[in-house]
């Protein structure tokens, strides 16, 4: 099991930036494929980004894609998002995921086992 805190949300006008943070304890981090969800009101949950293990591949939402990089740094138990050019339509809660002893990347809900609690962030126009 992976333990996990999100961190880095905020309110930021359109066409700002954000970073989110994704903070893992356990011992299984390096083996875990890893992404990055959103939901936002009314809406169900959705895939941002993803990540595998190693880091050496990654998936990104038709939505987000160009404008977010997703990264991760296994000696710091780290994941992050950095996006870019920020539309009021990435308002949503963002939750990152793990799915631990796997590699791979994975884009539905369903696969993953671990989540955080979420942090908000809030795009205004």
């Known amino acids: 099991q992976v333990q996990l805190v999100e961190s880095g949300g905020g309110l930021v006008q359109a066409g700002g930036s954000l970073r989110l943070s994704c903070a893992a304890s356990g011992r299984t981090f390096s083996n875990a494929a890893m992404g990055w969800f959103r939901q936002a009101p009314g809406k169900e949950r959705e895939i941002v980004a993803a990540i595998s293990s190693s880091g050496g591949s990654t998936y990104y939402a038709d939505s987000v894609r160009g404008r977010v990089t997703i990264s991760r740094d296994n000696a710091k138990n780290s994941m992050y998002l950095q996006m870019n050019s920020l539309k009021p339509e990435d308002t949503a809660v963002y939750y990152c995921?793990?799915?631990?002893?796997?590699?791979?990347?994975?884009?539905?809900?369903?696969?993953?086992?671990?989540w955080g609690q979420g942090t908000q962030v809030t795009v205004s126009s």
């Open positions: 995921a793990a799915k631990a002893g796997v590699g791979g990347i994975y884009s539905r809900t369903i696969s993953y086992n671990d």
